[in-house]
């Protein structure tokens, strides 16, 4: 352990002074216009209640309810039956529908209900976490085998900086792409690994993306599961490992493959290796760290700013532990050289590394100033920081149906926070404090600071909407400490109430959240859709081919990107009338301007407008059109 008690709960008045904070942050929905003040209070509430609840009782002497052992033993084939349920429906419908999508939920609900209600001795935690895999490997590669190009927005620079490099057989390839692109050119790991799958299985870039980086993510759950043994035991570790699977930045990730991605399996891996230091340091893990540290900066640069900050709270538990405050600490193991080399490595990377005309450390460090002094003040940030896109899209919505998607996507992560304070405070307690618990409590308040709340201030530049993943994981492992606590140490009644919500209502949410779903939203007026048909890709292809090179057209946002990005034409968000009428001479309608959620300028604000083929090609000839693609000129 590295603490002691010094003769007062920190933890109880940890929870107490939590719960106090969120009273008082229940009016802050008043001053910030934002969904998390909205729910975030509440979960705080909540947490510090359940635990307060928790530690006035004794170990109650009736334990939570469990299932038959025969129930158990058909479970695994209703897993399996209704994942090739999901394969057949996908397949069929071609994307993934509504019913898919709670399915996959129902089946989430099935490996939960294995974790969390079976006996010790039917707990086979080998066959759930092939459950959990399956299940993993169903939800990724049935939407990205079910969507015609990539999902996402900066995935089409990154495949064609893959293709260029392909192709040209250097990396200097990468310097004939814009400047915003060329950072890449010392973080290439990325695209290395796609070429060189590509090489090897000769197989597209698309395919070899798939099957390197898109097979690679259905595993980072077992990392999950590894990290998350050495806390505690099998079946609280599984349950850790399904709650990060099943997550909707988990998901996120492994569709929009892209750097990030793949720093998301360095991080899980580094945190699972220094974890392993904090508690028995061994040569060969030191090794493998610093491998894992080295290669952070050559693949994103967010991937190791995320990792820059895990360490540094690792060293200031470190500093605090040594000095007795506030716990007594024991004998731990130095991570002060760690830091060091992690530190090192970044600053000489991003030194050298070509941005926007000059070297992305000076570069980023200017606009960071720029932002710092040309920030109004607090709370700028008017909506959800973990997708700039869909903040636009909650702009222009109203309504109760809007409103319900808009809590719908954001339960998943409330259910997160609320079990990660509830393991927080359990670690608090002196007894139970060590070395690697106070970094998790640490570090994900210090990246939760990151993602939510730094962008308040209008400095956005951290890119938050990428920390939520990072964030996921220490969180998940503090999370299932805390259900823990609470199964054994809570009234039955209590726990087992909490954990039926845990086991219903989270894989449903989370599976239908618009970020785990970018590729087809269940909700299509209220989330944006990031995947696209093939019509609307071969559109994008064709209207590059037969407008001239310096006639830009224009259309809704995303799918404007995907012209930039590809390299195909110059094209530009168009701006709506009040009428419903596209101004602008050449226009792309596609079939979902008219019922999704399209993004148009309108009265010089972003907003979801739908449009219908009226209102983009009235008054003008049709030069193309392939049955959901449409390009119209003014004659």
Not at 26 to 41: E, F, K, S
Not at 230 to 236: A, V
Not at 263 to 269: D, R, T, Y
Not at 473 to 494: D, F, K, N, Q, W
Request: aromatic share 8%; proline share 5%.
């Amino acid at each position: 352990m590295a603490g002691q008690p010094r003769g007062w709960r920190i933890d109880r008045v940890a929870a107490v002074v939590g719960a106090v904070v969120g009273v008082l942050g229940l009016p802050l929905r008043v001053v910030v216009t934002h969904l998390y003040a909205d729910v975030l209070p509440p979960a705080l509430i909540l947490a510090c209640l359940l635990y307060l609840l928790a530690t006035r009782r004794t170990r109650p002497d009736a334990g939570l309810p469990t299932l038959p052992t025969v129930v158990l033993r058909l479970l695994p084939a209703a897993v399996f039956l209704a994942l090739a349920a999901v394969v057949v429906l996908t397949t069929y419908y071609g994307r993934r529908t509504a019913p898919v999508l709670l399915l996959s939920g129902g089946v989430g609900t099935l490996v939960l209900i294995q974790i969390l209600f079976a006996r010790r001795e039917d707990l086979r935690p080998v066959a759930v976490l092939v459950q959990l895999l399956a299940l993993a490997a169903v939800v990724r590669l049935a939407a990205l085998t079910t969507t015609a190009g990539v999902i996402g927005v900066d995935i089409w620079t990154h495949v064609e900086l893959a293709r260029a490099v392909h192709d040209a057989g250097t990396l200097d390839a990468m310097l004939e792409f814009p400047s915003r692109a060329q950072k890449y050119y010392t973080a290439p790991l990325y695209h290395l690994l796609v070429v060189t799958t590509s090489i090897l299985a000769r197989v597209p870039i698309r395919v070899a993306l798939y099957l390197s980086l898109g097979v690679a993510m259905v595993f980072v759950p077992l990392v999950i599961y590894t990290t998350a043994r050495l806390f505690i035991g099998p079946r609280w570790a599984l349950a850790a490992a399904a709650l990060y699977a099943i997550s909707d930045q988990a998901v996120r990730w492994s569709l929009v493959l892209i750097p990030n991605s793949l720093s998301l399996v360095g991080f899980l891996v580094g945190l699972y290796l220094l974890v392993r230091i904090m508690m028995s340091r061994t040569p060969r893990d030191v090794v493998l760290l610093s491998v894992v540290i080295g290669a952070n900066p050559l693949i994103h640069q967010v991937g190791a700013f995320v990792m820059f900050v895990f360490l540094a709270s690792a060293v200031a538990v470190q500093l605090l532990l040594a000095a007795d405050v506030p716990y007594r600490s024991d004998a731990m193991h130095d991570s002060t050289g760690v830091l060091l080399f992690q530190t090192g490595m970044m600053t000489f990377v991003w030194s050298i590394t070509p941005y926007r005309g000059g070297r992305f450390l000076g570069v980023v460090s200017a606009q960071f100033a720029g932002r710092l002094r040309g920030s109004l003040g607090l709370f700028t940030l008017q909506e959800r920081p973990t997708d700039a896109a869909a903040a636009e899209a909650a702009a222009g919505a109203s309504g109760l149906i809007d409103t319900l998607v808009a809590y719908i996507d954001v339960s998943g992560f409330v259910l997160v926070v609320c079990v990660g304070i509830l393991g927080s405070l359990y670690v608090l307690n002196g007894a139970r404090a060590s070395h690697a618990t106070l970094t998790f409590v640490l570090s994900s308040v210090a990246m939760g600071t990151f993602a939510l709340v730094i962008p308040l201030f209008g400095v956005d530049m951290f890119l938050p909407g990428r920390w939520f993943a990072f964030l996921y994981a220490p969180m998940a492992v503090l999370g299932v400490l805390g259900l823990a606590y609470l199964a054994t140490s809570a009234h039955p009644r209590v726990a087992t109430v909490c954990l039926l919500v845990v086991v219903v209502v989270f894989p449903a949410t989370m599976l239908v959240a618009g970020d785990a779903t970018r590729d087809a939203p269940p909700f299509s007026e209220h989330q944006l859709r990031f995947g696209y048909t093939e019509s609307e890709v071969a559109g994008v292809h064709t209207v590059g081919a037969i407008v001239s090179a310096d006639d830009p057209v224009w259309t809704d946002s995303p799918y404007a990107t995907v012209f930039r990005r590809t390299d195909s034409h110059l094209a530009v968000q168009a701006a709506v009338t009040e009428d419903g009428r596209v101004a602008e001479n050449r226009v792309v309608h596609r079939g979902y301007q008219t019922d999704g959620a399209p993004l148009f300028v309108r009265n010089g604000t972003v907003a979801v407008r739908r449009v219908g083929p009226r209102g983009a090609c009235a008054d003008r000839d049709v030069l193309y059109a392939n049955g959901d693609v449409t390009l119209c000129v003014e004659s």
